[in-house]
């Protein structure tokens, strides 16, 4: 009868909550995600810094730890480190939920033991429940449809004058599209938060391009810094809520024009005219953005193609995993020889070309590619050392959309190329 009794208690007793342990200083992305996992049954507890996770992780005993990279205290690289040093916590899966543009202290976090990393803006609640799932299950992952940060790197030595080695024709990408058809029928929280996220955003850029003009107005460093780490905050709020929103095209662009306020911010050196005007040309893109999607995403599943035409390999290396994190696949060339093969074998979705290359001159080489069929209209971005008055108007004669003076900031080239090549999605997706 004793033994009865046992066997029905245990039978009877309630099976343990997974607990979810956030680690994360954005306040509004922790309760977006949080509300999504308590709704699954999941238990979320949270620290709002590095310092206070590896103080709390012992007393919460989490079943997986969900872990930004950059924050106040202590980074997420040391908090993965920590982690892994102990034993008592050595053996807790470890997702990176992280923002773009971080690719080496995401590296960083691999090598200290994170078992896999998702982009924040090509992330959903139910997406980053699904991961939960699969690495408390110990399943394999399916990384084909997501965008994985703690990805291996290519060696960069396969970059200099590597040919596409797909043929043309097999690199032909789907039609633009209205994606996520099936998703936008169902109802719930995920319709909910579009609706009102769209209902909202229009205030939010007005209050952003106001900020922005208050950046352009005032003259002390002090008072231009307080300006763009409220618009930086703001950008991050509408990136988090149009990620969770399920608005994932947009989310695509706002985590890449947060990357740059963040590099604006971080060091004031950078900031000058050209990548003032790039943030306020961003702020108005969002708005674009809106007004043309409603929300709504558009565009192929397949990255678009850009074809970086520059000698120097280490620049194309750090520029082609910053292009990865917004689903943007860089190839390079490194003379305009090279460059004129690539183009033959395949039609890419926008060009970036040094004004002097080693057997030839940018320009005349732009004038080249016009004369093409495949890339008569192919969009061209200028860049190089030597950028003068003259500079922009040669530019414009030879083809191109854009040009810039080195040294180049990444993020800005990235917020560039994405205007430019999301504009042609959308147009694309337009009725003719």
């Given at each position: 009868?004793?033994?009865?009794?046992?066997?029905?208690?245990?039978?009877?007793?309630?099976?343990?909550?997974?607990?979810?342990?956030?680690?994360?200083?954005?306040?509004?992305?922790?309760?977006?995600?949080?509300?999504?996992?308590?709704?699954?049954?999941?238990?979320?507890?949270?620290?709002?810094?590095?310092?206070?996770?590896?103080?709390?992780?012992?007393?919460?005993?989490?079943?997986?730890?969900?872990?930004?990279?950059?924050?106040?205290?202590?980074?997420?690289?040391?908090?993965?480190?920590?982690?892994?040093?102990?034993?008592?916590?050595?053996?807790?899966?470890?997702?990176?939920?992280?923002?773009?543009?971080?690719?080496?202290?995401?590296?960083?976090?691999?090598?200290?033991?994170?078992?896999?990393?998702?982009?924040?803006?090509?992330?959903?609640?139910?997406?980053?429940?699904?991961?939960?799932?699969?690495?408390?299950?110990?399943?394999?992952?399916?990384?084909?449809?997501?965008?994985?940060?703690?990805?291996?790197?290519?060696?960069?030595?396969?970059?200099?004058?590597?040919?596409?080695?797909?043929?043309?024709?097999?690199?032909?990408?789907?039609?633009?599209?209205?994606?996520?058809?099936?998703?936008?029928?169902?109802?719930?929280?995920?319709?909910?938060?579009?609706?009102?996220?769209?209902?909202?955003?229009?205030?939010?850029?007005?209050?952003?391009?106001?900020?922005?003009?208050?950046?352009?107005?005032?003259?002390?460093?002090?008072?231009?810094?307080?300006?763009?780490?409220?618009?930086?905050?703001?950008?991050?709020?509408?990136?988090?809520?149009?990620?969770?929103?399920?608005?994932?095209f947009i989310a695509r662009f706002t985590s890449a024009l947060e990357a740059l306020l963040r590099d604006l911010n971080d060091e004031p050196n950078n900031v000058n005219y050209s990548r003032m005007l790039t943030v306020a040309e961003g702020i108005d893109f969002i708005k674009y953005l809106f007004d043309v999607t409603g929300g709504m995403n558009f565009g192929s599943p397949?990255?678009?193609?850009?074809?970086?035409?520059?000698?120097?390999?280490?620049?194309?290396?750090?520029?082609?995993?910053?292009?990865?994190?917004?689903?943007?696949?860089?190839?390079?060339?490194?003379?305009?020889?090279?460059?004129?093969?690539?183009?033959?074998?395949?039609?890419?979705?926008?060009?970036?070309?040094?004004?002097?290359?080693?057997?030839?001159?940018?320009?005349?080489?732009?004038?080249?590619?016009?004369?093409?069929?495949?890339?008569?209209?192919?969009?061209?971005?200028?860049?190089?050392?030597?950028?003068?008055?003259?500079?922009?108007?040669?530019?414009?004669?030879?083809?191109?959309?854009?040009?810039?003076?080195?040294?180049?900031?990444?993020?800005?080239?990235?917020?560039?190329?994405?205007?430019?090549?999301?504009?042609?999605?959308?147009?694309?997706?337009?009725?003719?």
């Open positions: 009868m004793q033994t009865e009794e046992i066997i029905n208690s245990a039978t009877l007793e309630a099976p343990r909550t997974t607990k979810v342990f956030f680690v994360e200083d954005d306040k509004d992305i922790v309760d977006i995600y949080s509300q999504a996992l308590e709704q699954q049954g999941f238990a979320v507890e949270s620290a709002e810094d590095g310092l206070r996770a590896i103080k709390t992780v012992k007393n919460v005993k989490p079943d997986v730890i969900i872990l930004d990279l950059l924050m106040p205290k202590l980074n997420g690289v040391d908090v993965v480190k920590y982690i892994r040093a102990h034993a008592d916590t050595a053996k807790i899966p470890i997702i990176i939920l992280s923002n773009a543009f971080m690719s080496d202290l995401v590296q960083r976090a691999a090598d200290a033991g994170a078992n896999i990393g998702l982009l924040k803006s090509s992330c959903t609640p139910n997406k980053l429940i699904g991961v939960i799932n699969n690495v408390l299950a110990g399943d394999d992952f399916d990384t084909k449809h997501m965008s994985l940060l703690a990805a291996p790197l290519r060696d960069k030595r396969d970059t200099a004058n590597s040919l596409a080695t797909q043929p043309a024709a097999e690199m032909q990408k789907s039609a633009p599209t209205l994606l996520d058809e099936t998703e936008e029928r169902k109802p719930g929280m995920a319709t909910e938060m579009r609706h009102a996220f769209t209902f909202t955003e229009a205030r939010s850029v007005t209050e952003m391009r106001a900020l922005w003009q208050s950046v352009l107005l005032h003259d002390g460093a002090g008072a231009q810094k307080m300006a763009m780490t409220q618009i930086w905050t703001k950008l991050r709020g509408i990136s988090a809520s149009a990620t969770a929103a399920g608005c994932t397949n990255p678009s193609t850009v074809l970086l035409i520059d000698p120097d390999i280490e620049f194309a290396f750090s520029m082609e995993r910053a292009f990865a994190n917004v689903n943007l696949r860089l190839v390079q060339a490194t003379d305009s020889g090279t460059g004129q093969l690539m183009l033959d074998r395949e039609a890419y979705d926008l060009i970036l070309l040094e004004t002097d290359l080693p057997d030839a001159s940018g320009y005349n080489f732009s004038l080249q590619i016009r004369g093409t069929t495949l890339h008569s209209k192919t969009p061209i971005m200028f860049f190089g050392a030597n950028v003068d008055a003259d500079s922009r108007p040669r530019a414009v004669l030879c083809g191109g959309k854009e040009i810039f003076a080195k040294p180049l900031l990444v993020s800005e080239v990235v917020v560039k190329a994405l205007m430019q090549v999301m504009r042609d999605e959308v147009e694309a997706s337009q009725p003719s």
